[in-house]
């Protein structure tokens, strides 16, 4: 079903985001018949640009990110786009976009996309008042870093909530554009099986990782300044423990969404100093290649920035209280895999005697690669050789399952953008769920600081470092997922 008529105007429109991930996302849109005839894409940025030139930059680009792109495809997605060279901090770009947008419209969506660094934040939603491109039915999108602490994330809501309405104000965390994330919802309220044994009477612990291949190459900047805690734990592992322990809202709607989310994070426990493993990649022994060793690729042989972090958190509500959560990303490791797992408890007693060990039920939700569930079920060992158990897994990869459908699911930031143009705001984050992810992040990173915390170094092409395995054993427990 095609979206509403729409201008979308895209603040950084020569970057790397703008090129990689938005302008391939409208266009797959536009393959797909998504995009109404009229729907106009406005790139804008500094440089001196034509409208031809910028086309062949965005060509080239989806012909890059796109595969194999069909050229009647690209010319008529071509005839959307237009450029505008606009600085956000010079009024005089903003006469030729006041031109080309006219009065907004009831009957035309109108976005603005940041995409660019936050500073411009607060002269880009000024500009935009001043030349009147805003009504109440405007949309603004902004993207992650939001903020590097609690303060400067206030700072930005304030800034952006003196000019939009939050209901205007689209924060994007692209994990919950993921399908697989979507259907952690859907698995966890859309069954009656897994709800009623949700809890800590049932559940040991859960673990959640995120572990990636790749290393910190090529954003060296940014990253040495934030670290694995503020990149990927603060945003995207925050927002699967939440879907993971929230409450079951009401509606999937996204003030219901949205508050459960709220809560969880803010029964969210201040993290014990000895519950929380950092690590930076460092090259194993004979290894030769680039990107390596952290501190070679960031140019700062002193670095002391994390590129991996593990944790162990409580949330202290009725449903959580006693359920351990253990968190762990970090780049350069063995494999790349987003996996949820759900320990379930042993059965309160065994009629079959110690002698059948301890099988208890697990669930692992995969979130990429090879998306799938499978659950650990203990069975009856074959054979003659009396009540010997056995676990086998209960396995559906959605690949298999689902065929092509899954392979046509769109990319996160094409289900993103289509709500934006749509008004829907239930898969992007709330001012109020930032800042309360802050709160949380801030002190342990505070700590660190004080106590001139240095990560442990680990193999690139591991699964960590060692301290992490150790954080389990101290519970008796072990890490799944890339080990
Ligand atoms: C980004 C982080 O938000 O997410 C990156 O800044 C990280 O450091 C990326 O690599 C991971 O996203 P995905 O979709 O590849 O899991």
Redesign the pocket.
């Known amino acids: 079903i095609p979206v509403d008529p729409f201008d979308l105007v895209v603040f950084g429109g020569t970057g790397d985001l703008a090129q990689r991930k938005i302008l391939p996302a409208l266009f797959r849109r536009h393959c797909d018949e998504q995009l109404p005839d009229g729907a106009r894409i406005i790139g804008a940025a500094r440089s001196d640009l034509t409208r031809e030139s910028y086309q062949a930059l965005v060509a080239e680009a989806l012909q890059t990110h796109c595969g194999a792109v069909a050229p009647e495809q690209l010319a008529r997605f071509l005839d959307r786009v237009l450029y505008l060279r606009v600085d956000a901090t010079d009024p005089a770009g903003w006469q030729a976009l006041t031109q080309e947008l006219g009065k907004p419209r009831q009957d035309r969506v109108r976005v603005f996309y940041f995409s660019v660094g936050p500073s411009l934040f607060a002269p880009l939603a000024e500009q935009i008042w001043a030349h009147e491109l805003a009504d109440d039915q405007t949309r603004i999108v902004v993207e992650?870093?939001f903020g590097h602490d609690l303060a400067s994330a206030r700072a930005l809501n304030q800034t952006l909530a003196s000019h939009f309405d939050e209901s205007q104000i689209y924060r994007i965390?692209?994990?919950l554009g993921?399908e697989t994330v979507q259907n952690l919802m859907a698995i966890r309220f859309g069954n009656m099986l897994f709800e009623p044994l949700w809890n800590s009477q049932y559940v040991d612990h859960i673990q959640i990782t995120?572990a990636?291949t790749?290393g910190?190459g090529g954003?060296e900047a940014?990253?040495d300044k934030?670290g694995?805690m503020r990149?990927?734990m603060q945003?995207?592992l925050m927002q699967l423990l939440c879907l993971i322990a929230m409450e079951p809202p009401a509606k999937f709607d996204p003030d219901a969404v949205r508050d459960e989310k709220l809560k969880v994070i803010r029964a969210l426990e201040p993290v014990e100093p000895h519950h929380i493993v950092r690590g930076q990649y460092v090259a194993p022994s004979g290894a030769t290649g680039s990107d390596l060793t952290y501190r070679e690729t960031v140019g700062a042989p002193r670095s002391t920035t994390e590129s991996y972090v593990a944790l162990k958190a409580h949330i202290s509500n009725w449903r959580w209280a006693g359920t351990p959560f253990y968190l762990r990303t970090g780049?350069r490791l063995v494999a790349?895999s987003?996996v949820i797992n759900v320990f379930f408890k042993d059965a309160p007693h065994s009629i079959f005697g110690a002698d059948a060990g301890r099988h208890a039920n697990l669930l692992t939700i995969r979130l990429?690669p090879d998306e799938g569930i499978t659950l650990k079920v203990t069975i009856k060992e074959p054979g003659p050789g009396g009540m010997r158990l056995m676990d086998v897994p209960l396995d559906m990869s959605f690949a298999q399952a689902l065929g092509d459908n899954i392979h046509g699911a769109p990319d996160?930031y094409e289900r993103l953008i289509t709500d934006v143009i749509r008004g829907n705001q239930t898969l992007f984050m709330r001012g109020d769920e930032v800042e309360a992810a802050w709160a949380w992040t801030d002190p342990i990173i505070a700590g660190w600081t004080s106590r001139g915390d240095v990560p442990k170094p680990y193999d690139s092409g591991s699964t960590g470092p060692g301290d992490a395995d150790l954080l389990m054993r101290r519970d008796q427990r072990d890490w799944r997922g890339i080990n």
């Open positions: 992650k870093p965390d692209h994990y993921k995120v990636e790749v910190v954003r940014y990253y934030s694995a990149d990927m945003n995207h780049k790349r987003s990429q996160a």
